[in-house]
């Protein structure tokens, strides 16, 4: 399994990748001027890393409803499948940008959310989620000989 993590949004997208090691990391948010543009992007890093499922946030509204925002990111998934047809995962992504906040900075900078760092984080803890639910847990360590 070779996941590409999305937090999708109007201006930015952010992007991480994850595979059977488990573990999520944050990638170069897709910040590009034109959204065509940003899909592009998108598409041509799921090719470069031979992606096999595309985990994208999913916005659903704090009572579990589906709001405005998810029927975006379900318009944004159709675009996308329609060019590379994978499987995709959508995981609740609720507080997911409050959480990668707090793990960047205690601040909420400008230029750190135009630069896209935070959708990014926000695309690995989304992911992380994923991974933590679908892969088995390590074995736990052998005792040493003596």
């Avoid at 944050?26 to 065509?36: D, K, N, V």
């Avoid at 890093?45 to 999913?58: F, Q, S």
């Avoid at 409803?65 to 975006?72: D, H, L, Q, T, Y």
């Avoid at 400008?110 to 679908?134: E, H, P, T």
Wanted: proline share 6%.
């Amino acid at each position: 399994m070779r996941c590409l993590g999305i937090d999708y949004g109007e201006r930015r997208i952010g992007l991480s990748w994850g595979d059977e090691l488990g573990v999520a990391v944050p990638l170069a948010a897709a910040t590009q001027s034109t959204s065509e543009a940003r899909l592009a992007h998108v598409v041509q890093l799921i090719r470069e890393r031979r992606a096999t499922d595309l985990v994208v946030g999913y916005p659903y509204n704090m009572d579990g409803s589906i709001g405005f925002k998810a029927r975006e990111v379900d318009a944004f998934v159709e675009k996308l499948t329609a060019l590379v047809p994978l499987p995709v995962h959508r995981v609740d992504e609720r507080l997911s940008t409050r959480t990668a906040t707090e793990h960047m900075s205690k601040r909420r900078d400008d230029a750190m959310r135009r630069s896209g760092k935070i959708d990014s984080m926000a695309a690995s803890v989304i992911l992380q989620d994923f991974l933590n639910q679908r892969l088995p847990p390590p074995a736990p360590d052998e005792p040493l000989a003596e």
